[in-house]
């Protein structure tokens, strides 16, 4: 390795296969620290994905590990040393308490992996069948067992790997990626840096509560695994970072050590949106910034758009993104769109270069059911456009909690109303919007974000403190 400073980020499911939010973020950084060296270690659900980004030159080494709940070849019995750990593990576990993670990878041997091999000993058999008895007395032990085998499989596949070699491992979530952030530093002894866009486990919760095909037991099964990893990220990160307050508390109230949290909000090309020339066009437009996918909600921006149309005839509707990440949900929405006979109102865009429409949209409309920080809301103030939001991550904040522009997600009755308040006081949102404007220029510049994180890095890389 050379003299220069090297980062292995760790990513699940996301960059570079993913466009939008944490793949922007994650390509920001990238290409904007180029004296950097970077490593990317990627956690996939399957082989061959496309890339959706060109690797800047400075990513020196992609390393994409698929994980999958499939079967492994059996292993040997690890040494008694490591089961004795292990159980110490789940004591903990069960007893509510802080599990030492970091203890029991430290027992491992160089060579020696966790696997199948495991239930070669009668203690851990016993342990899977003592949980099944005390929590699934009503089920089949063998449905039990398979779940179990499931849920651990891929935590066994992600502690197999040997993350390239780096100065500092840079985990983008907790979940896998942050286990095999531990597991690198396990091994190497170098820091891990822990940043979260979301909480990946409430993220998780979510997803799992909604999965109709998930069983009862199955399911605080995913949820208690997806927390517990959680907890060991933020007990043993020796720095996280998240975008705005509100999450760095709720980091805190798990575990994490106050003095290694930081907020280092998101940023955008100041200079990029500023540029842009403000051309309104007759009538009134309404714009969704975002990929066509259900966690944006375009369903309920459709929704939105009919109320609007029955009251205000003239105005437009685009979902300005892809259509191709899921392809099933557009063509949903493409059906809901005709159903509802707005289709000459409500256009389907496609990728575009989104300062065109930020020169006449008059009104920013994000119906997502999950946000972190939303860049797009920044984008428009920039460029001039306001925004309404559902009330999800940092967006309350950002709008100042102005219940006029905010509603709960999936309430297309109150978004309507907030559309219709922006259009019947132009002259006050152009008020709002001028100091919506300057704050995004003073607080978000992305500029600021990646000498943030640059300096993070040299600093952790020295083993000094930084200083946020």
Same mark, same amino acid.
């Given at each position: 390795?050379?003299?220069?400073?090297?980062?292995?980020?760790?990513?699940? &499911?996301?960059?570079?296969?993913?466009?939008?939010?944490?793949?922007?973020?994650?390509?920001?950084?990238?290409?904007?620290?180029?004296?950097? !060296?970077?490593?990317?270690?990627?956690?996939?659900?399957?082989?061959?994905?496309?890339?959706?980004?060109?690797?800047?030159?400075?990513?020196?080494?992609?390393?994409?590990?698929?994980?999958?709940?499939?079967?492994?070849?059996?292993?040997?019995?690890?040494?008694?040393?490591?089961?004795?750990?292990?159980?110490?593990?789940?004591?903990?576990?069960?007893?509510? $308490?802080? %599990?030492?993670?970091?203890?029991?990878?430290?027992?491992?041997?160089?060579?020696?992996?966790?696997?199948?091999?495991?239930?070669?000993?009668?203690?851990?058999?016993?342990?899977?069948?003592?949980? @099944?008895?005390?929590?699934?007395?009503?089920?089949?032990?063998?449905?039990?067992?398979?779940?179990?085998?499931?849920?651990?499989?891929?935590?066994? $596949?992600?502690?197999?790997?040997?993350?390239?070699?780096?100065?500092?491992?840079?985990?983008?979530?907790?979940?896998?990626?942050?286990?095999?952030?531990?597991?690198?530093?396990?091994?190497?002894?170098?820091?891990?840096?822990?940043?979260?866009?979301?909480?990946?486990?409430?993220?998780?919760?979510? /997803?799992?509560?909604?999965?109709?095909?998930?069983? &009862?037991?199955?399911?605080?099964?995913?949820?208690?695994?997806?927390?517990?990893?959680?907890?060991?990220?933020?007990?043993?990160?020796?720095?996280?970072?998240?975008?705005?307050?509100?999450?760095?508390?709720?980091?805190?109230?798990?575990?994490?050590?106050? /003095?290694?949290?930081?907020?280092?909000?998101?940023?955008?090309?100041? !200079?990029?949106?500023?540029?842009?020339?403000?051309? %309104?066009? %007759?009538?009134?437009?309404?714009?969704?910034?975002?990929?066509?996918? #259900?966690?944006?909600?375009?369903? +309920?921006?459709?929704?939105?758009?009919?109320? =609007?149309?029955?009251?205000? #005839?003239?105005?437009?509707?685009?979902?300005?993104? %892809? +259509?191709?990440?899921? $392809?099933?949900?557009? !063509?949903?929405?493409?059906?809901?769109? !005709?159903?509802?006979?707005?289709?000459?109102?409500?256009?389907?865009?496609?990728?575009? @270069?989104?300062?065109?429409?930020?020169?006449?949209?008059? =009104?920013?409309?994000?119906?997502?059911?999950?946000?972190?920080?939303?860049?797009?809301?920044?984008?428009?103030?920039?460029? &001039?456009?306001?925004s309404i939001c559902t009330k999800v991550g940092n967006a309350p904040e950002m709008l100042d909690y102005d219940e006029r522009f905010l509603a709960a997600s999936k309430d297309p009755g109150s978004l309507a109303e907030a559309v219709l308040y922006v259009h019947g006081h132009p002259e006050e949102m152009r008020a709002i919007n001028e100091k919506n404007r300057q704050k995004a220029m003073t607080l978000y510049n992305k500029r600021d974000m990646k000498a943030r994180y640059g300096e993070l890095y040299e600093s952790m890389k020295g083993g000094q403190p930084w200083q946020a």
């Open positions: 390795m050379t003299d220069r400073l090297r980062v292995c980020m760790i990513l699940e &499911g996301s960059y570079p296969y993913i466009t939008g939010g944490v793949g922007a973020w994650v390509h920001d950084i990238l290409s904007g620290l180029p004296d950097i !060296e970077f490593s990317l270690l990627t956690l996939s659900p399957s082989a061959d994905q496309p890339l959706r980004y060109t690797l800047p030159p400075n990513v020196v080494e992609h390393k994409d590990v698929v994980l999958s709940a499939s079967t492994a070849k059996t292993q040997r019995r690890p040494r008694r040393t490591v089961v004795d750990s292990i159980l110490k593990l789940h004591e903990r576990m069960f007893k509510k $308490e802080v %599990p030492d993670i970091m203890g029991t990878l430290a027992v491992r041997n160089n060579h020696e992996n966790f696997g199948n091999g495991l239930l070669a000993d009668d203690r851990l058999w016993n342990m899977i069948v003592g949980m @099944n008895m005390r929590r699934n007395p009503a089920y089949a032990f063998s449905d039990y067992f398979w779940a179990w085998q499931s849920a651990h499989r891929m935590m066994f $596949e992600v502690l197999r790997i040997r993350a390239p070699r780096a100065d500092v491992y840079h985990a983008i979530s907790t979940g896998f990626a942050g286990l095999a952030a531990l597991n690198a530093k396990s091994r190497t002894g170098k820091p891990f840096l822990l940043t979260e866009h979301g909480l990946y486990h409430k993220e998780r919760e979510m /997803e799992i509560r909604k999965a109709d095909f998930v069983k &009862g037991y199955q399911r605080d099964m995913w949820i208690n695994i997806y927390s517990s990893l959680s907890v060991m990220c933020y007990r043993n990160a020796d720095t996280i970072t998240s975008l705005f307050e509100e999450n760095r508390r709720k980091q805190i109230e798990l575990g994490a050590k106050p /003095e290694r949290c930081f907020v280092i909000p998101n940023g955008i090309d100041i !200079e990029r949106f500023s540029s842009v020339k403000r051309s %309104p066009r %007759p009538g009134f437009h309404v714009g969704l910034v975002g990929r066509i996918v #259900p966690i944006k909600d375009v369903k +309920t921006f459709i929704a939105v758009a009919k109320i =609007v149309l029955d009251r205000l #005839p003239e105005a437009m509707f685009y979902a300005i993104g %892809p +259509t191709d990440e899921d $392809e099933e949900y557009y !063509e949903e929405c493409v059906a809901l769109v !005709e159903s509802l006979r707005i289709q000459d109102h409500c256009i389907f865009t496609g990728r575009q @270069n989104v300062l065109e429409y930020y020169s006449f949209l008059d =009104v920013m409309m994000l119906t997502s059911v999950r946000e972190a920080q939303p860049l797009v809301i920044l984008e428009g103030w920039v460029a &001039g456009v306001p």
